[in-house]
């Protein structure tokens, strides 16, 4: 196995990239060496590993079943075999691997729709680059992989196989879940969160996006005044159910 020491972007080199291609985005159909020599980039040694003998698979289509995502997920924790959640939340890390190894991924999994110049931006800077919780959680090509394979593969609840059956039968859910601090940043607040909504969809009750952000939102209110991160799920399960019903029970829209 070839684990290197992975080299990235400085950060003044991922903010000037990110200008040069919001102004140009032409620029894109450049390789990653010709965009370094072309904007004057930089890169820094990092203690990063990145096993480059493996690769993620490419995508055959646009649905669930074709995109590759779930495979994606497993791979990339292969790839990145001793990447933190610290370590994680580097976005010239999420930049850099976009741009080069897996510039080709990128390019088929989050393809032009549009030709109009604000959302050709916007695209860029959502599936190219990492900035925050939510464009390393949801948006970027890469990072979203990575959070998703980590939290997949530390649930313990759950088989990793089921994880990912849960998480991405909604983007929505998904979304919700992982963009929120008191889950993303803590395995049991997930977990207990994953056994509460698992058990209401096997008993009949349909996902429904608004009613759900509601639910989250009253988790972030609750993990401000509690340390829901030291709590063990049974507890949680406890917790947090008698609010996920109430939020169902809420007329939304």
């Known amino acids: 196995m070839s684990d290197n020491l992975y080299s990235v972007l400085k950060t003044e080199s991922v903010l000037k990239l990110k200008r040069s291609l919001l102004a140009n985005p032409a620029l894109l159909e450049l390789s990653f060496?010709?965009?370094?020599?072309?904007?004057?980039?930089?890169?820094v040694t990092t203690n990063y590993k990145v096993n480059t003998e493996v690769t993620l698979v490419m995508p055959k289509g646009a649905t669930q079943e074709l995109n590759g995502d779930t495979e994606n997920c497993k791979l990339i924790l292969q790839i990145l075999p001793e990447l933190t959640p610290a370590q994680a939340t580097d976005e010239r890390l999420w930049v850099t691997l976009c741009f080069s190894l897996f510039k080709g991924y990128v390019n088929e999994r989050w393809p032009f729709k549009s030709s109009s110049e604000e959302k050709i931006q916007n695209h860029i800077s959502s599936h190219w680059f990492a900035n925050g919780v939510r464009g390393r959680m949801r948006d970027n090509a890469i990072s979203?992989?990575?959070?998703?394979?980590?939290?997949?593969?530390?649930?313990?609840?759950?088989?990793?196989?089921?994880?990912?059956?849960?998480?991405?039968?909604?983007?929505?859910?998904?979304?919700?879940?992982?963009?929120?601090?008191?889950?993303?940043?803590?395995?049991?607040?997930?977990?207990?969160?994953?056994?509460?909504?698992?058990?209401?969809?096997?008993?009949?009750t349909p996902f429904k996006r608004d009613n759900f952000r509601n639910f989250m939102m009253k988790v972030d209110?609750?993990?401000?005044?509690?340390?829901?991160?030291?709590m063990d799920v049974d507890s949680l399960v406890r917790v947090l159910k008698p609010i996920y019903k109430e939020a169902y029970e809420v007329k939304v829209g």
Not at 33 to 41: Q, R, T, V, W, Y
Not at 221 to 230: F, Q, V
């Open 33 to 43: 060496d010709d965009l370094c020599d072309e904007l004057h980039l930089s890169l």
């Open 144 to 204: 979203r992989l990575w959070w998703m394979g980590y939290m997949a593969k530390n649930i313990p609840a759950f088989s990793v196989d089921k994880v990912f059956e849960i998480l991405f039968f909604n983007s929505d859910y998904r979304s919700s879940l992982l963009e929120r601090n008191s889950s993303a940043n803590a395995i049991n607040v997930t977990t207990a969160i994953l056994k509460i909504t698992d058990e209401a969809y096997t008993s009949g």
């Open 221 to 230: 209110t609750l993990g401000g005044r509690s340390n829901l991160a030291a």
